[in-house]
Structure formats: C-alpha cells, structure tokens
C-alpha cells in the first residue's frame, strides 16, 4: 500500500537548504495529525500572517475538469476576497479529498473554518485549502480539525527548523522537502521571499500533485500579485514537467503581508519600475522551486533545460519545448545518454507550431562544464556527431538542449524535463507487486 | 548498432496468416537489395498493378513539419495526378531518406522513375515511393536502383508468400510482418482487400514510423478514394498510439483498380449505398491492421481498447481517448495490473475537452473472457473495486475501458494502445550500451 519516502536520498543531502531567510510576519510549522498512517510522519502544514495588516494573495489551480474539494473551495475564497484578507494557509498530506463528492467539499470547507478560528483571523473565510495525497478517499476530518488548533497553537514559528517542517508536511513521495528562499532589494529596502512546493509523486490509487506556496513581506495590492503569480507561474511550475500528467489538484499560491515595510507595489505608472523588478524576483524565484521538483521527479537520473530560442512567439516556444519535454523517446534517449537529435527533431516537427523552418532549425547540447557546445543539427542539416564528445557531456546529470528556430521572432523560453527510467516504470507500475 | 529483429517472436505464432485472399490484378513481392547491413533480410517492397485500367490511390501523409524526402515526392506525385494513374509503389526499410537535403529529395524522386520504368508504367511519375529506417543517412541509393528491376522482373506474384514477402520487406524493428486480407461483397460482386504495415520501431538513431498499404480490386473514382482512405485512416492509424511520437515518415496509402468489375464506385447519389458499404469494409480492414501494429508496439504486454462513449462530438470522444492513451501513468498503471481508476479520471479530466461533467463520467473494465463488467466509477463516485476480481481482469492480454461520458451527444470512438514497460525503457534508452 502507499508508502512515504523517508527523506534518507542522496538528492536530499544535494538539494535541501540547511539554513535560509524568511519573510517577516509570517509564521509557519508542521505536524503529525494522523492522516499519514504510519502516526508519525508530518501531515498537517500551516501559514499564519501574524502582520498587523491582512495580506493580499493570488493563485493558479489546475485546468482539470475534475478539480479537488480544496482547490474548489480555495477559489471560491479567492474569488469571493478579490485576493484581499487572505490570512493563513493550511495543506494536508496524505489524501487529496478528491472525487469525494459533496462530503469532500464540506470537509475542504471544515479545514477553512477550523484554520481561521485556530488563527483568529478576523474574518471568515480567509483561509486558502489544500490536499495532496490518495484519491478517492474521504478526509480523516476528525484527525485534521483536532490537528489543526494544536498546530496553530504549539507548532508555528518563523526559524529555518520551521519552515522545514512546512514543507516536509505537504510531501507525499517525494524524497526530499523543497524549501526556497531569498532577499532583494527595492528602492533601499529589503524584502524577502520563501516558498515550499511538493512534486511529482505518482501513488497508489491516485496521480501526481503540484503543490506549493510561497510568501513574501513586500507590500503587493490585490490585482499587482494577481499578475505576478500568473506570469511567475507560467514560466515555472507551467514550464516543468515529469510525465506530463496533470493532476486533479495542482495549487500554487503566492502571498504579500508588506511587513517588511515600504510603499504598495500595484499596476499604477509610477509603481512600474518596482513591480517589474519584483516580476523578475517572483519569476526566478519560483523557477528555483519548481526546478526542484524536476529533479525529484521519480526515477529521474537527468536534469534538462530545453531552451528553445528565436521562435515567432512566446506560446509558440513554449509549445515546441513542452512537446520534447513530453517525449518518451527523447526521455528515454537522455536516459540512455544517446546524442539521438533524431528524436528531438522529431518531436520538435510534430509539436503543430506552423513557424517552423526545417532548414533553419538548429539543434544542439550545452555541457554542464560550460565547455563548447556540440551541434546536432545546423540550418537543417545532421551534423557528423563526434560520439565521444557527446558520450561526455552526457555523463553529466545536467544538460541543455539549445533549440535555435531562426524564425526571426527572437522569442525565447526555458522548459525543465527529467528522462525516463526503468525506476519511473517499476514506481508507477509495481508497487502494488 | 541498428539491428533488425528475425520473426521469432511468440506474437508471429499468433498473429502473422498462413494463407489469406488477394485482390485481383495486384501482384507484390520483396527482396534483399542491399539496404540493411545483415546482407540478407527483405529490404525492398512493390506492388504493382497489372490490370489493364490504371488505378486510382490516395494516401495520408504525416503532419510532422520535417517530412522525409519520399513523403514530399509521393504526395507530389498524388496532388499532380489528383489520385489517378497510380500503378506501382515502392518502399525500402532500412533507411529512412529523412533529413537527407536535395540529395534525398533526388534519390526519392530516382526510385520512382526506376519503379515506372520496371514496372512499365506507361506514364512518368505513376508510382509512389516511402522509406523506412534510420534517419539523417543518404540511402545506398545505387542497390536499390539495381534492386528494382529484379524485384520487378523476377520477384513479383499474388500468392500468399508474395503477400508474405512484401509484408516483411517493409518492416524494421518489428518483430512480425503484419499482413491482412478479405472478401466483401457489393452487389453480388466479390471484392477483396489485402493490405501490410510495419509498426512503431524506434531505433538508433531515428524513430517511429507507420508505414502501410491496402489494395482493393474494387472500382473506385479518385475522390471517393479520397475520402474512404482519410476516413478509414481517422479510425484507425490515426487512432491508434504506442508512444505518441509521430514521425517524418508516417504514409498510409489506399489503392484500387477496379480489376473485380462492376459500376465505378464514385460520390454520387446512386452511388451512396455501395460507398457507404465500401467505407465500412475499408475502415474495419484498416482498423484490424492498425491494431497489429499496437500489438507489436515496443515491449507490450497488453492490448488495450480505449472506448469513449457518449461525447458531445466525435473529436471530443477522440481527443479524451487519445489523451487516456498517451497517459504514461495509465500504461504503467496497466503493466502493473492495477485498477487505477484515478489516473484514467485524471486524464479524461485534463483533455481540455470543454464537455466533460464529473458527475455524468463513468469508467468501466470490459473482460476479455465476455464475463460481467467491472465499474470503477459510476456518474463520478468511486465505486468499492473488488480488488481480485479486477486482478483476474487484468490478467488477460486484452483489456477493453470503457468511458461514458453521458453528455447526451451520442458520439463514440474506439482508440487503441498499449502499456509502457520495462522493455521499452530497455529498448529505447539502453539499445547502445
């Protein structure tokens, strides 16, 4: 039956911060509440706004037609707030209170209401949901809501020890907890951003679940964090992806309580140039964290950048990297560290963009060493591979794959994939064996 | 390096005929012509009419955007004789002549006018040409050029072994020649349809490629031909998935020559009942063709139908069985012999189809043996899955899942793949190791 990793991997000790800054006036934590079975692995993970101001939030949920009980009832709460007076955050692992029916969706609601009171948020529905774990099953409610008042009572704080906490409570299989942070600078004053997210776990009976939130004490108007969750968002957790499956509740929310002090960053003129240096900080940021999950993906031995460069548009990039990303055959090429630019051609042809050029099309490896790159394919024509070359650069566990269109669109993107390996097949096919 | 599987496998036992019924004034063969390195196994293929009235043909090419040389030279040749006057075809496996620049557009376009003139066609560009093999080399253009008139001088006939020999002169990496062949009848007249295809090899360094063709000795006008070949092959080839990678050589071509007599078959009225019987003929022929290629799909061990019933257009149910079919969580799901409702509800629910409710969705197991269904999901509930008995279930090679998706549009469609497995990670990621 479904089994959580102890977080005992080699990519553990490689990706895991064992120090970090975080943003002012939040507090956060993780228990155990008994969903896990095991009684003891954390469960129950919390975020709190202790800032004397609400904070305003936005988020962006999966397109499945069968959207989970909390992604149901957080988007109502969003919708219904406009972003505003959003106060705390609370995620279960362990079961996705998905295809759950009216039960679900009043247990989603439950942990809504159970979160603001245990926060003493003032105003109803000021709580964002998540869960994240089996599908099919209802909640152990019981467990969560007496969890609930105990974990914002004992087990919330700021320090790094914390925030880890945090994010081991929303894993499920992932092998290591994913825990980003940093500092930057705007007009003088310092703010900071931290965030956590659980990846592509794919268990017994249910699928894969993006999750994540991150939190910043910068001082963001409603409809400003609106856009810059999206666009961040877009060019991260939307340019990942492990088998390219899509779950029933995918949630990534981003949160401003402005603790850190200075003036409301909104969409006005004058406030442009600091939104535009916070578009960058969220956008990068959230890159970091949703590049974790790539790397936990399951069976994964390679991380690849696919970089497609000068296409006519954005979307037209996005779609040409996503569709190699997506490939099993170049999946299991990187796998085998196989120099095949067959494969990706291939699926760069079938990816139904009409601006491509066959011979315009570049096509070639970027070493992780920062050595020369090797080409595959130049305006169209196979390039003699010099096997050795591409036998090294292949041993590396990154590597970037530079797609060059030539369309004269000059537009560029970035898309993160892992191989696929016989570990992915045995996780996701034998572990009922 | 590339190596060409011989036809030993379990599967030829089972699915390759002993004999079988031929259309008349056809005859076929395949021979060693020096393409693949072995020096011995079939690497050439023709047909050629030898009625007295030319034939009428058309074909489906694939959409991806690097279309090999041969795909550019025979859709050439169709649009120029708008489906007429087609009498011979050829096809070499082996090689590819994809990505070979104007030099592979010249070999292509010389192996057409060897075949005209062998065949003595009494018109220039009356054949059609494919490829099938490594892509990115220059064909060993000068033995298939030696290869032709031999072939079609002295190893051209109708018997079975004919039949035989040409099936396997197209294949790669298949591990069985994959032949079928009937009779039908139209107004008291027999006809006969017998067609091959090679399926879904991917190898070093290239990839996927569907090849295949059916011959009718029916009378059919070059527009009817037209539309019974595209929508045969919309219910068929292009319903079926491996890896759902396409490649720059996918051809599908429809020929026929009227050699049974009978009235001319065309888009009138009058013609109507005999079209509509002929379309049903073409389509059932070409789906058991298409099928034996998902069977022999790279490490399968299960045939699985995809059957979506009830959507609100024929495209909609297409795409929501494609994206089922193309979900690596459902086919490792199959390998591993489990249940897993979830994954086929998860990926019905990010098909971006629009006319999807979660309450009306249901998802059945039909057993291969006829026994009573099993229901996984009724108007959207979980059912309690009696865990043993979807065991027995799924023991059987075939599986058939049935998605109703109650929208009151009335449309269906039957889609066909196969799991992803161990041996196809071993295939496609280790074959250079």
């Known amino acids: 039956m479904l089994s959580f990793v102890r977080f005992t991997s080699s990519k553990a000790a490689k990706y895991v911060p064992t120090s970090g800054v975080y943003p002012k006036g939040f507090v956060v934590g993780g228990i155990h509440c008994g969903v896990k079975k095991d009684g003891k692995s954390l469960d129950l993970a919390m975020l ?57 969706y009043e247990d989603a609601q439950a942990m809504v209401d159970a979160t603001d009171k245990a926060a003493g948020n003032s105003e109803s529905n000021s709580t964002l949901v998540m869960s994240t774990g089996v599908i099919g099953n209802l ?3 019981d467990n969560i809501l007496s969890g609930i008042p105990k974990l914002a009572e004992s087990d919330l704080g700021s320090s790094h020890d914390h925030w880890i906490a945090c994010a ?8 290591f907890p994913k825990l980003v942070s940093k500092n930057f600078e705007i007009d003088g004053i310092t703010y900071t951003l931290a965030g956590l ?30 856009v810059l969750v999206a666009n961040a968002v877009a060019r991260s957790f939307n340019s990942i992806s492990v088998d390219g499956d899509m779950s029933t509740n995918d949630t990534i929310v981003g949160i401003a309580n402005g603790a850190a002090g200075g003036q409301l960053i909104d969409l006005s003129k004058e406030s442009k140039p600091k939104f535009d240096k916070l578009q960058e900080e969220f956008t990068s940021f959230a890159q970091q964290l949703a590049q974790l999950v790539v790397r ?28 190699i990303s997506n490939s099993s055959l170049v999946k299991t090429a990187m796998y085998g560290k196989d120099a095949n630019w067959g494969r990706i051609l291939c699926s760069i042809g079938y990816s139904e963009v009409e601006a491509i050029i066959p011979e315009r099309t570049n096509v070639s490896f970027v070493p992780a060493d920062g050595s020369a790159k090797l080409d ?33 669109g000059g537009e560029d993107c970035e898309f993160w994939t892992c191989d696929l390996t016989h570990e992915y097949i045995t996780i996701n096919g034998d572990y009922r064996s």
């Open 376 to 408: 595959l394919l130049v305006n169209g024509e196979p390039q003699q591979v010099d096997e050795e070359r591409a036998s090294e650069i292949l041993e590396f566990e990154d590597l970037r794959i530079e797609i060059e269109l030539g369309t004269g």
């Open 197 to 226: 997210a659980k990846g592509a776990g794919m268990i017994c009976p249910n699928m894969a679940t993006l999750l994540g939130f991150f939190a910043t004490d910068a001082p963001i108007s409603e409809d400003a964090i609106k």
């Open 296 to 323: 936990d993906g399951e069976g994964a031995t390679k991380f690849i950048t696919i970089n497609v460069k000068d296409a006519q548009s954005y979307s037209d990039a996005h779609t040409v990297a996503k569709t």
């Open 48 to 104: 709190k706004n202790v800032y004397h101001e609400p904070a305003t939030a936005s988020a962006v949920f999966t397109k499945n037609k069968f959207k989970a009980a909390p992604v149901q009832v957080s988007r109502k709460i969003l919708d219904n707030n406009n972003g505003n007076h959003i106060n705390s955050i609370i995620v279960n692992s362990g079961n996705a209170n998905a295809v759950t029916g009216k039960k679900g």
């Open 139 to 141: 909640l152990p409610i």
């Open 168 to 175: 081991k409570a929303i894993c499920t299989t992932d092998t």
